[in-house]
């Protein structure tokens, strides 16, 4: 197995970094009041991580309810028993947590 070492040259960055925010390699940090509501925006946002390319929505914007409960499959559970030699063992234990 051969091991390919890459060296990056990051110099160049720094040229005008004092007129870039820290969001594109800069310096400059924002200090207006829509800075602060993004942040606080950011914090609260969950990332999202896309694993098929068809999971990618077509608009960044929010999908509408109607399309969220159109899209959703209405597929019934499907419902697994359990097994006769668990449900004699298992049936005590419920009767008394139901008592309480």
Known sequence: MQVLMVAFEFS??????????????????????????????E???????????????ESPSEPFLEELVSSQQTIPPKVIPLPQELRVHIQPFLNAWLMG
């Open 12 to 41: 160049e960055l720094w040229d005008g970094a004092e007129d870039r925010g820290v969001k594109r390699a800069g310096i400059k940090v924002a200090d207006a009041k829509e800075a602060e509501k993004q942040l606080i925006r």
């Open 43 to 57: 914090k609260g946002v969950l990332m999202v991580m896309y694993l098929n390319e068809g999971d990618i929505p």
